[in-house]
């Protein structure tokens, strides 16, 4: 076997925007570390079931502006609750055991884990078992602590402003009451940034309840100063006061057993039978975690990148790169797992769009 160090590669979790410029950046920083690089197939599933190719510069060549993962990826596989069909049916093992050991036969030194909360969450865990690990904060739902940005927030953000835009123009024309639902899951950021990007009247986060009278006037304000159309932007993990969130359906065996979706339709129901305001809304869904990132992301995602074979270079095991005061640093694991990241309900930004009018339901 070589005499070179060894790391590997694996994105977990839903896909995003710019997980190919990271691939990227980790793959080139590590060749001219002199490091060899494995790329980890479809996620912790990968792991498991020893799927990994070496990875060369031809490996990454041309995958920069690239939406989606060349190493493929799954929100359903985790090591540590894995699931083995005995007698055709799934039974959930440990096999992180044997997750260690894939990589310990390979000679990977170290191992590099591009995700979101859950992903993070099994970082830190195989930390603890003695797996060399950096983590680099993947989602577009910007909500994992101890960084200001996640990569692929921006671009869904991006494309959340650009459908609000779109939206203007149906709703002044048809004099509708217009909802566009993102996504986020408990964090209202796409929307809060999406919503005073794109000229929203409303803008109803998880942080934040909601009363559909609130909502209410705010469109009936607007009419009567002969404004015939709102717009309105909706986390899918918003709720109304006193109430609980829209589930869309379960899904046994993912990161996110509780799948959100349906609260614009709900909003929609409920202005239209209130009001008699036609209404419409539109559920932006997985257009926001697909195509070209934006170039604000494509930056970040080759400094994470190569701050993350940094980090291994110089030890910094167990951690996490993240942007703080636009410098990447790193931040412990254990700081990250299990601690959301939330709009702060009485932050600058939430109170900036109160001062030109946002309403948000309250």
Not at 33 to 45: M, P, Q, V, W
Not at 117 to 139: E, F, H, M, W, Y
Not at 202 to 208: F, R, Y
Not at 266 to 273: A, G, M
């Amino acid at each position: 076997m070589s005499s070179k160090k060894t790391i590997a590669v694996l994105t977990g979790g839903g896909d995003c925007p710019g997980l190919n410029a990271v691939i990227r950046a980790v793959v080139r920083s590590s060749l001219r570390e002199g490091l060899r690089i494995y790329g980890i197939e479809n996620g912790f599933a990968g792991l498991v079931e020893d799927q990994m190719e070496l990875m060369d510069d031809y490996s990454v060549s041309g995958i920069l502006p690239r939406g989606g993962t060349i190493l493929g990826t799954t929100n359903r596989d985790n090591p540590f609750h894995y699931a083995v069909l005995e007698d055709g049916q799934p039974i959930y093992k440990d096999m992180s055991g044997k997750a260690i050991n894939n990589l310990k036969k390979r000679g990977i030194d170290g191992l590099i884990v591009i995700g979101g909360d859950g992903s993070l969450r099994i970082a830190q865990k195989l930390s603890a078992l003695g797996v060399n690990i950096v983590g680099v904060p993947k989602t577009i739902d910007n909500d994992i602590p101890c960084t200001e940005r996640t990569f692929g927030f921006d671009t869904a953000m991006s494309t959340a402003t650009e459908a609000l835009d779109r939206l203007h123009t149906t709703a002044e024309s048809h004099h509708r009451v217009m909802i566009l639902e993102v996504m986020g899951r408990n964090a209202g950021w796409i929307a809060l940034h999406s919503g005073v990007a794109g000229g929203a009247h409303c803008i109803l986060i998880p942080e934040i309840p909601y009363t559909i009278e609130s909502i209410n006037q705010k469109i009936q304000e607007r009419r009567t100063t002969g404004r015939n159309f709102s717009i309105i932007v909706v986390a899918e993990g918003a709720k109304p006061l006193g109430g609980d969130v829209t589930v869309a359906r379960m899904v046994e065996g993912s990161f996110e057993a509780v799948r959100l979706g349906g609260v614009g339709e709900k909003l929609t129901r409920d202005i239209e039978s209130l009001t008699g305001i036609e209404s419409r809304c539109t559920v932006l869904g997985h257009l926001q975690r697909g195509g070209t990132p934006t170039p604000f992301d494509r930056v970040l995602c080759t400094r994470y990148g190569a701050a993350a074979v940094g980090a291994y270079i110089t030890g910094s095991y167990g951690a996490m790169v993240a942007l703080q005061k636009d410098a990447i640093i790193t931040v412990p694991l254990d700081s990250v797992a299990d601690q959301p990241h939330n709009v702060d309900p009485d932050g600058e930004l939430v109170n900036m769009a109160r001062k030109i009018g946002v309403c948000f339901g309250d």
